[in-house]
């Protein structure tokens, strides 16, 4: 009895177990893609806006961390806050006043700065309209089984977002650049967040199929921003992308968190400004898509019937003979700069010059005090 009753619980585990690993598996293929591109935009200049740089580098800091590549990343900054002279820590760009989590990184990469960001750059890259010349880092080299995240910030109002205080993009605009990716195979799925005043405005005029929108605040209303800083003088994050990095500090790659959670960060409470979001276009239910699913990249496994010969031998690295004795060439990398050791060295001890015209006013005094003591009839013994 007892037997029987050992091997019923040992089937029965052997049921559940399998029927979580077949749940597991059809959550893992059930979005479709294969691959994942974040493009990142902050499109204010200036120092007083150096908390829409914040915001961008801080979700770059995300999606680098959770596996996104910086090849599948399109950076685009409008300002080097970084660098600015009025930082009082230079290369640096930190998200909180406490000044411990510094965003910009050691390793972060630009793809366009400054004046590159524009309205017709970001649609280019949106589209794939880019002259041959552009190089690779510079391109959104998406397909049909792509998860794009596309994440935007800066100032807006209803219905258009401004591009460096001197272009805008309207909402229509940005609608029909994502119908033309739809229609050229760039994307599988696609999640779109802004941080802006009447951010919601901006999502209106999809009409895209698999879009999933955030936004920071409704039609009406304002994107506050956060954490003032006094020594900087700016804030230094806005709001919701504020609580959007605290939430994603918690994800890892193999989180289960779905995107209904993520349509619970910085409640009015917090924002001040409401949040929205839109689902109505996308094919699936939210609640089974996975935050990783857009933040996250994915390395799947993909079943072939197709034969593979794998039996060939290996070609081995010819060897030339030297005094009748194999020898191979060793390589070695060449020395790098030593960066870290540059950066925290000390500074180096001038050599003492004299300013410039010490001389010639050492000079001047000579003669002024020789004129006054001995006159101009003494002149000849000097010449």
């Known amino acids: ?27 893992f293929f ?10 990142l935009v902050c499109t204010s200049r200036f120092w007083f806006n150096y908390r829409h740089v914040a ?17 599948h990343i399109v950076l685009m900054l409008a300002d080097d806050m970084a660098c600015n002279h009025r930082n009082p820590k230079p290369a640096t760009v930190f998200s909180h006043k406490n000044m411990e989590l510094n965003v910009y990184g050691d390793d972060v990469e630009v793809d366009y700065r400054g004046y590159e960001v524009t309205v017709e750059n970001f649609l280019r890259v949106l589209t794939g309209r880019l002259p041959p010349s552009t190089p690779r880092s510079k391109r959104l ?9 596309i994440y935007l910030t800066g100032h807006g109002g209803n219905g258009f977002l401004k591009f460096q205080d001197s272009e805008e993009i309207s909402n229509v605009e940005l609608a029909d650049a994502f119908e033309q990716m739809w229609q050229k195979r760039r994307y599988n799925e696609l999640l779109f967040i802004i941080d802006t005043c009447q951010g919601a405005s901006m ?52 989180s289960k968190t779905n995107m209904n959670d993520l349509f619970k960060v910085c409640p009015r409470s917090q924002c001040v400004s409401t949040p929205g979001h839109r689902t109505d276009l996308f094919l699936r239910n939210p609640g089974s898509v996975l935050i990783t699913d857009f933040f996250g990249s994915v ?10 010969n794998l039996t060939h031998p290996i070609q081995q690295a ?3 003979a030297v005094n009748g004795e194999s020898h191979r060439e060793v390589y070695s990398y060449v020395d790098q700069l030593p960066v870290s050791e540059i950066i925290h060295q000390k500074p180096k001890q001038k050599d003492w010059h004299p300013p410039d015209g010490f001389i010639l006013g050492l000079w001047t005094l000579i003669l002024l005090v020789f004129f006054k003591t001995y006159g101009v009839k003494h002149l000849k013994h000097i010449f």
């Open 30 to 39: 059930s979005s479709g893609h294969t691959n994942n591109w974040a493009v």
């Open 141 to 149: 080299l998406s397909d049909d089984r792509s998860n794009i995240l």
């Open 299 to 308: 390395r799947k496994v993909e079943i072939t019937t197709e034969v593979l």
């Open 318 to 320: 010819e060897e030339s």
């Open 1 to 27: 009895m007892k037997i029987l009753i050992l091997f019923s619980l040992f089937a029965l585990y052997v049921f559940t177990d399998s029927v979580n690993v077949e749940n597991s598996a059809g959550q």
């Open 55 to 71: 915001n961008t580098l801080s979700v770059y800091r995300s999606v680098k961390r959770l596996g996104i590549p910086d090849s």
């Open 203 to 254: 999502y209106e005029r999809f009409y895209s199929p698999n879009i999933m929108a955030l936004a920071s605040s409704q039609v009406g209303e304002d994107s506050l921003s956060h954490q003032p800083d006094l020594a900087i003088g700016v804030h230094l994050m806005d709001r919701y992308t504020f609580y959007l990095l605290e939430f994603l500090e918690d994800i890892h790659p193999s």
